[in-house]
Every structure is written in C-alpha cells, then in structure tokens.
C-alpha cells in the first residue's frame, strides 16, 4: 500500500528495473472507513528497492 507516495522501484540483481505500481490508496488516516488495495513482490537475494515519500519530490532548496 503506497497511500499517494511514489511507487517504488524494484531494480532486480540482474539490473532490470519494475515500478511497484500495483497498491495504492489515500493518505493514511484521511478517512475513517478508507479502502486500501494490496500487492505482493518477491525480493530476491541482490534485489533492491527504493521508496520514497512526496517530501522527497516536493522538497525545495533554500531559493525554491
């Protein structure tokens, strides 16, 4: 469940990279009765995966 982060990405040992698009749902806490979706990936030995929240993407520097 990304609850409106980024999806992730997965970059497997072999160098492909997949967008772990699958889950998602609103913010968390937002609404009381929320519905969420999920989805599974198999990490594998090698295998690394990148989240990142919105703060990362809206971040500014000090001139914006």
Same mark, same amino acid.
């Given at each position: 469940m990304? +609850?409106?982060?980024v999806?992730?990405?997965l970059?497997r +040992?072999?160098?492909? &990279?997949?967008? *772990? !698009?699958?889950?998602?749902?609103?913010?968390?806490? =937002?609404?009381? /009765?929320? &519905?969420?979706?999920? !989805?599974?990936?198999? =990490?594998? +030995?090698? /295998?690394e995966? *990148?989240?990142?929240?919105? /703060?990362?993407?809206?971040?500014?520097?000090? +001139?914006r």
């Amino acid at each position: 469940m990304r +609850a409106c982060h980024v999806p992730p990405f997965l970059r497997r +040992a072999n160098g492909t &990279v997949e967008r *772990l !698009a699958a889950a998602s749902g609103p913010p968390l806490g =937002l609404m009381e /009765d929320a &519905v969420y979706t999920c !989805a599974a990936a198999e =990490l594998r +030995a090698g /295998d690394e995966l *990148l989240i990142v929240t919105n /703060d990362i993407t809206e971040a500014m520097n000090p +001139a914006r």
